[in-house]
């Protein structure tokens, strides 16, 4: 793709200049792509074949990368003969036996089960960090912040064709600069709520008002929306009454879908909670990891200190 | 609608059993997941109660009918496949009312059945709609909509319904799904590979391996009392912790040279089989103390490999008495690597003789 303004270098040289095949970079894209008709070896050993490389070489680096990715004994099978994980783990071996500066890696997982998903994510970080240590790049993209977090590094949040914020994924995760932020970063989204500072309490509806958590006082008493986690909220006996919308259950976890008049708000529950739709439970909001954003939707109080 | 029943069935593709023996009931009105890795059977069960596929043995009963020989055309099935299916050239008020006008049923009757299933499904604004205009996610729901204008349907049956639909959209299918569910109490069986699909739809899933049924129960009971180590595998994440051990009373196993209470009686067991112990991540509790007064817990000394971060927790991998183990803890818990122990309830621990769960 050309691009229609600006530059792009790698190294001081000028990569707008050097076609494709030639720059060094693997990619692994979200469908498995693969030849299907190759068996695995030939698959992984297809580019350096193409690179002119002599044989030892390439079966070196094949051998290699096979044994990276965990596929040891299925050099001889044919794509077709291997599940959604193993194909994917023959793409990804392809780009390591590459040995290219530059990896992409396009929601690598995204078309996988999330019980592959979960064995796959640990295997790739620690594979990755091992290969790339000092030199070279990894680029990662997914929507999942679950996954962005584990990877760890660096993280850019993009949204519509525009970078909203970048920095440490630790950093981005616990200030996030604003609400889009604060949404796209967070699975299920984070609980975004308008209120108005009214002495210690926020007020965000008639009869629903949380509590200004201490370290905020010195906020002035005007228009914020505020912010809380999903996993910051309690179903307790004493809390305030919410109509649960839908239950649903991801992994180990039950993430309801709650509400009370107008105002909507997300859950996640340890654990696999059954609840009817339209029944009425006691909900309690965590107010220690309370975030304020300011009424142009910049973060102005995150509760992990330093003030934007 | 009808309770179904599976009694002695079994199904084999010439010679190759893909369905091992067994007895089934489908209560009327339930809400259920068929879930299972690929090539478990679940298509092959599907097939058999829509009659497109006659079990090699056993009978099939609607209400106490036998109707294993009837046609699929004379069962009252409904199916709804992974890829919608449309009369294209049609409106989509004569694709809800086909199955109605194909019955001879009154028109009056048919005109206000296709109002009412276009009302729930929130179709009525697209009624004088050609079909094949519609996005995927709309036809899919008039395939759902054949099925339910229809009194007198046993079941409607769906193989991976929300394959084709966006993420966005299938949260507001599932919703609906079971808004038919509890409103015309239609027995609904959903099939998926999906855990958190099946999970989330269903009163009762039905875990299927190598075709046989591994477990049929709430999505509670499967997260709780797994069947097997399989289910405690394929239900939640992180798996369950599973550690080798043996018999050490008739209580107590030994896990690597700890002692830990267990609910089930153990005396009956042999010393050829094969114990393992299973913990969910969710009942463990990591201490930094192996003190434990508490009668109903037990505690394993845990050393700590590393520690992952997650969003909104830390996932700490470790090994408990030498065997793998993987802590959820909280994001904001500090977690102090000397002299560090699990501990956990008697009542949430699973025992396992040769891989299925030891009751008690």
Redesign the interface.
Known sequence: MQINSGSLSNGGVDFLQVPVWKRNVAMVYQQFINYPHFTVYKNIAFPLRKQGLDRSEIDRRVRRAIEQVGLQGFEERRIQALSGGQQQRVALARSLAKSSQILLLDEPLVNL???LR?TLR?EL?TLISSQFNAEGIVVYSSTD??EA??F?GDLIVMDEGRILQQGPA?EV?EHPATCRVAEIT??PSMNLWTAQLDGDRFRVAPGLDLPRPERMRDLAPTDYTVGF???DIRIEEGGLDFEV????????ETIIHLRRGEKRMIA?V?????LQ?QQTVPVKINTDWLYAFNSNQHLVHSPFGRTN | MARIDLEGVQHSYGGVEALQQFDLTWEDGGRYAILGPSGCGKTTMLNIMSGIIQPTQGRILFDGRNITSLATAERNIAQVFQFPVIYATMKVWDNLAFPLVCRDVPKEQIAKKVEEVADTLSLTHLLDRSANRLTADQKQLISLGRGLVRDDVAAVLMDEPLTVIDPDLKFRLRRKLKEINERYRTTLIYVTHDQNEAMTFAEKIMVMDKGQIVQMGTPSELFERPNTTFVGYFIGAPAMNVFPATVKGEHQVDVGGSTVTVAPNLSQLTDATSLKLGIRTEHIDLQNSSRNQDPDHSTLPFKIDRIDDFDTYKLVIGTASGHVAKIKVDRNQAVHPENLFMTFKTQNCCVYANEQLVEG
Do not use: H, T
């Not at chain 1, 919308?245 to 180990?252: K, M």
């Not at chain 1, 340890?270 to 059954?274: I, K, L, P, Q, R």
């Open positions: 089960d999330y019980k979960e640990e970080k912040p679950l977090m584990q760890g630790v995760f967070n699975d986690r999903a996993n919308e839908l239950s649903e259950i991801a992994g180990s996640r340890e654990g696999v909670v059954s739709m």
